[in-house]
């Protein structure tokens, strides 16, 4: 989203009541950050800045070559053993998950998860974390006596904790035992919200999840880069946008600005840099936005993001492999549950999550792995 032309007198808005707004001017705008000629824009995956987009239709064969180019660089010990268990967990994963895609309910559901699994460990190898080495747990289970819930085991023991370990390293650790709702996880899912929503799955009477831009500006001198977060003015009548300013955010960002039909929140600090500053500078950057509750969706037009209001307490990835958790072992140890399940309100939100969530997780975390913004090339056409 461009910035448009300084000296303009704008509104700020005081809980966003733009019927009583405080008129100020609004601030000096900055200019499009660039490295290397290329645009700069946010990225969850710690890629470089102005990193060109990796498009792929066949993430699974990216991954297996970026780790056999890793192999055949010759690294040795315990870095190579996490490579190895990587590339196995990859093809494995690879398997569970083109066999989902030849399955319907309920035995889809088991293997998607497998495939997920298997996935998530090819990540936490890549990341150092050495599987194999001790008792190995989902770190999830479903509850007795309950029904459309999943148990988050509470961190501790000698056991390698799987769901722990992944929501670790996206930042979001678990902090205890914990009961959650197939209807909580799914107000907590960018990519099946608005159907819990409409469906009446969701409490409240607006929406969680805010739209946003995310744009890395530099200062008119290059010497400085600082960040704003922007969206459209409509979402205020479908989104509670009160609730953006407040915790972490409201520290990090100045007060909303209505700038051309859009609010506007940017860093309240700059952050100095040059050339060979500038990508620890970005990373930094890019890294400080993960205590800000903002999810990513891929898109054909690439990833977009959302701001969830509802103060999640583990990264949308994480309610991602709760959801795929409980399909798949429902599927298996739970059919009569399954069953009645499917014959509910509550069968759309399985249906839509098994339909989109394993796609949207093998991007992401194919991304994650090679530290690359994977998306899907244009020239792709739906099958």
């Known amino acids: 989203m461009p910035i448009q032309s300084s000296n303009l007198v704008v509104t700020y808005l005081s809980g966003f009541n733009t019927r009583n707004p405080l008129m100020s001017r609004s601030p000096q705008p900055g200019k499009q950050a660039t490295y290397n000629h290329a645009k700069v824009v946010y990225s969850p995956f710690e890629a470089a800045p102005g990193a060109q987009f990796l498009l792929t239709a066949d993430p699974w064969s990216f991954l297996t070559a970026w780790i056999n180019q890793k192999l055949a660089a010759g690294p040795r010990g315990p870095n190579r053993t996490r490579l190895e268990r990587a590339l196995y967990y990859a093809n494995l994963a690879e398997s569970f998950y083109a066999a989902s895609r030849r399955s319907s309910l309920p035995a889809q559901g088991t293997l998607a998860y497998y495939g997920i699994l298997n996935l998530v460990k090819c990540f936490l190898s890549i990341r150092g974390v050495d599987l194999e080495t001790k008792m190995e747990h989902h770190g999830l289970s479903l509850p007795l006596g309950s029904k459309q819930q999943v148990q988050i085991a509470a961190p501790g023991g000698n056991a390698l904790n799987i769901f722990h370990e992944f929501s670790r390293l996206l930042g979001k650790p678990v902090s205890g035992r914990e009961t959650v709702t197939i209807k909580e996880i799914a107000g907590h899912l960018p990519e099946i919200h608005e159907m819990a929503f409409?469906?009446?799955?969701?409490?409240?009477?607006?929406?969680?999840?805010?739209?946003?831009?995310?744009?890395?500006?530099?200062?008119?001198?290059?010497?400085?880069?600082?960040?704003?977060?922007?969206?459209?003015?409509?979402?205020?009548?479908?989104?509670?946008?009160?609730?953006?300013?407040?915790?972490?955010?409201?520290?990090?960002?100045?007060?909303?600005?209505?700038?051309?039909?859009?609010?506007?929140?940017?860093?309240?600090?700059?952050?100095?840099?040059?050339?060979?500053?500038?990508?620890?500078?970005?990373?930094?950057?890019?890294?400080?936005?993960?205590?800000?509750?903002?999810?990513?969706?891929?898109?054909?037009?690439?990833?977009?993001?959302?701001?969830?209001?509802?103060?999640?307490?583990?990264?949308?990835?994480?309610y991602s492999l709760l959801m795929m958790f409980y399909i798949g072992t429902a599927a298996r140890y739970r059919p009569s549950e399954m069953r009645e399940l499917l014959e509910t309100d509550v069968r759309p939100l399985i249906s839509e999550a098994l339909a989109v969530i394993p796609g949207q997780m093998l991007y992401h975390l194919v991304s994650y792995c090679t530290s690359s913004n994977c998306v899907v090339p244009h020239a792709t056409i739906a099958r």
Do not use: M
Not at 201 to 223: A, C, M, W, Y
Not at 241 to 247: E, L, P, S, V
Not at 257 to 284: E, L, M, Q
């Open 198 to 318: 409409t469906l009446g799955h969701v409490t409240g009477n607006k929406r969680g999840f805010l739209p946003i831009d995310i744009q890395f500006l530099l200062t008119e001198s290059d010497s400085h880069l600082f960040t704003e977060v922007v969206y459209e003015k409509k979402q205020i009548s479908r989104v509670d946008i009160n609730r953006f300013h407040r915790g972490e955010r409201k520290s990090y960002f100045s007060e909303g600005v209505d700038r051309d039909g859009c609010v506007v929140h940017r860093s309240a600090k700059r952050k100095k840099c040059n050339w060979d500053s500038f990508p620890r500078i970005y990373r930094n950057a890019c890294a400080e936005y993960a205590k800000f509750d903002v999810c990513s969706l891929l898109t054909p037009k690439g990833y977009v993001y959302y701001c969830d209001l509802r103060s999640p307490k583990l990264h949308h990835l994480s």
